[in-house]
């Protein structure tokens, strides 16, 4: 079995900050791609961000410049530094992670999200 774990989420006011992390455990054999999505209220879930196991990164375009992805290849694990935050950016984030199990079976784990909300 694998988990996958998100953590970082909460109360935050325009142009604040939040750090969100995302830990893999389990039968890994190794982790392809790891993703932060996204779903707003009465919205489609979306990509924010991606990044590959050697570390090429790709950004939804209303993120850029403010939102900066990162792993740690030794832990699992999945980062999401957000910055300047905005109201628009309410919403349940979750990490997405494309494993290599033990078994050899390549597939898509998600987590169960965290809230962050974005509020005066």
């Known amino acids: 079995q694998v988990q996958v774990v998100e953590s970082g989420g909460g109360l935050v006011q325009p142009g604040g900050s939040l750090r969100l992390s995302c830990a893999a455990s389990?039968?890994?054999?190794?982790?392809?791609?790891m993703g932060w999505y996204r779903q707003a209220p009465g919205k489609e879930r979306e990509l924010v961000a991606g990044i590959t196991r050697g570390g090429s990164t790709n950004y939804a375009d209303s993120v850029k410049g403010r939102f900066t992805i990162s792993r740690d290849n030794a832990k699992n694990t999945v980062y999401l530094q957000m910055n300047s935050l905005k109201p628009e950016d309410t919403a349940v984030y979750y990490c997405?992670?494309?494993?290599?199990?033990?078994?050899?079976?390549?597939?898509?784990?998600w987590g169960k999200g965290t809230l962050v909300t974005v509020s005066s």
């Open positions: 997405c992670v494309n494993i290599v199990t033990m078994f050899q079976a390549l597939l898509d784990y």
């Open positions: 389990g039968s890994i054999f190794s982790i392809n791609t």
